[in-house]
């Protein structure tokens, strides 16, 4: 299968500073890309879908001023967690869409936990 | 209610016997569904994607969609411990690649 990673794998940061999460598909072009979140034993919610070239769609309580999404290429999007707060410690999960087989390939997952 | 209701479980089972998964949605218009294994601190992997109602078989693993219930399967015959995970199903009403809406995750540990 298709491989995306994530960089970093794991972020401690104050609270109050900003974040940025990187989401790369290494070996296949994406010009979509999808951020989720999952907090302990919960499932995946999706927060935005990225395009490539255009502002992203965010889901509906999901503030687009604190969470940025940028999708400047076609193998890169970044989720940056602005002016972080305890409440936004989760488990980040980007995704990109392979257009070829119709599928969605998962990156590892980012660890935030803002003190 | 959620659109997509999945048991967390956890589900044990000795190694070798038939893990039986299942959810359970509400939303008519889904129509393609997926099954993802999700171990822990990872993301998680496709396992196997059913479009429309029917039966699909992919070695020890079988799904069902039932849409006049609006309820799918998994079973995984054989389990091992290396089955130990949590399994997630996920649906969509436009393709699989598009937004997905998943379940909560059903925890899965296979005993040796």
């Known amino acids: 299968g298709a491989v995306v990673s994530q960089h970093p794998s794991w972020v401690i940061c104050k609270s109050g500073t900003s974040v940025k999460i990187e989401c790369r598909s290494l070996?296949?072009?994406?010009?979509?890309m999808f951020w989720y979140r999952q907090f302990p034993k919960q499932s995946l919610m999706l927060m935005a879908t990225?395009?490539?070239?255009?502002?992203?769609?965010?889901e509906q309580g999901v503030e687009k001023d604190k969470f940025l999404i940028n999708h400047a290429s076609l193998t890169l999007s970044t989720l940056t967690v602005t002016s972080a707060h305890p409440e936004d410690s989760s488990f980040y999960i980007c995704?990109?869409?392979?257009?070829?087989?119709?599928?969605?390939?998962f990156g590892p997952g980012t660890r935030l936990t803002v003190l | 209610q959620k659109e997509v209701e999945q048991d967390p479980g956890p589900l044990s089972v000795p190694e070798g016997a038939i893990v039986s998964l299942n959810c359970t949605y509400s939303?008519?218009?889904?129509?393609?569904f997926m099954w993802y294994r999700q171990y822990s601190r990872k993301g998680p992997e496709l396992l196997m994607y059913?479009?429309?109602?029917g039966n699909k078989e992919d070695g020890r693993f079988t799904a069902q969609v039932d849409k006049s219930s609006k309820y799918i399967s998994l079973f995984i015959r054989d389990s091992q411990p290396s089955d130990s995970a949590t399994y997630l199903c996920?649906?969509?009403?436009?393709?699989?690649?598009?937004?997905?809406?998943f379940g909560g995750g059903t925890r899965v540990l296979v005993k040796p």
């Open positions: 990225s395009n490539e070239g255009s502002k992203a769609t965010y």
């Open positions: 059913t479009y429309s109602s």
């Open positions: 070996d296949f072009q994406a010009t979509t």
């Open positions: 996920a649906m969509s009403a436009s393709a699989a690649g598009n937004k997905l809406t």
């Open positions: 939303n008519s218009a889904f129509q393609y």
């Open positions: 995704s990109a869409y392979q257009t070829q087989n119709n599928e969605q390939f």
